[in-house]
């Protein structure tokens, strides 16, 4: 069996699950914009398995997920203020 890795993009999709759960069972949020979500959930799947078969070292697929969160991050936080 293979080692389990947690890597950053892991954490930020767990959290976004358990966000979109907890906003759904209070019923804050609709049913249309539960699709953006699982897009947003899948993007960031295919990404995480795009950082580990490009970067074998479990020290710099953490670097490199980081650097992607943070930039994503901020291109969204910049799409809001405009």
Request: charged share 15%; net charge positive.
């Amino acid at each position: 069996m293979r080692q389990l890795r947690i890597t950053p993009l892991n954490i930020a999709s767990a959290l976004l699950m358990t966000w979109l759960l907890w906003q759904f069972v209070t019923d804050k949020v609709g049913t249309g914009i539960i699709g953006w979500f699982f897009l947003l959930l899948l993007i960031m799947v295919a990404a995480d398995q795009f950082f580990r078969l490009m970067l074998r070292n479990l020290k710099r697929v953490w670097l490199a997920e980081g650097v992607f969160l943070v930039f994503v991050v901020l291109v969204v936080w910049m799409l809001k203020l405009w």
